[in-house]
């Protein structure tokens, strides 16, 4: 079982940048690809970005591709996902996911809440 935790959600203006972090439990962290989903209020939950176990490939939506950036610290078991250029339509709980699948999303953290106003 792998514990996720995410944290730096909050309120940020329109243009604005936030750097969620997102740290897990046990010693398998680097067994695991890591992922962000969101789901904005009414909406299905969706993928956001993913990254290999060993940080070296990832993959975006292509509605946040060129400004959002999934990284990992395997030496700290942390997973981020830096958020830049930040729009309304980004407000939605972000979720930390872990897994073995191309989605790596075996696993889910509680979610944080990101609000952007305009």
């Known amino acids: 079982q792998v514990q996720l935790v995410e944290s730096g959600g909050g309120l940020v203006q329109a243009g604005g940048s936030l750097r969620l972090s997102c740290a897990t439990s046990?010693?398998?962290?680097?067994?695991?690809?890591m992922g962000w989903f969101r789901q904005a209020p009414g909406k299905e939950r969706e993928f956001v970005a993913v990254?290999?176990?060993?940080?070296?490939?990832?993959n975006y939506a292509n509605s946040v591709k060129g400004r959002f950036t999934i990284s990992r610290d395997n030496a700290k078991n942390t997973v981020y996902l830096q958020m830049n250029a930040l729009t309304p339509e980004d407000t939605a709980v972000y979720y930390c996911?872990?897994?073995?699948?191309?989605?790596?999303?075996?696993?889910w953290g509680q979610g944080t809440q990101v609000t952007v106003s305009s």
């Open positions: 996911t872990a897994g073995v699948s191309g989605l790596a999303n075996d696993y």
């Open positions: 046990g010693r398998t962290f680097s067994s695991y690809g």
């Open positions: 990254t290999n176990r060993s940080g070296s490939r990832t």
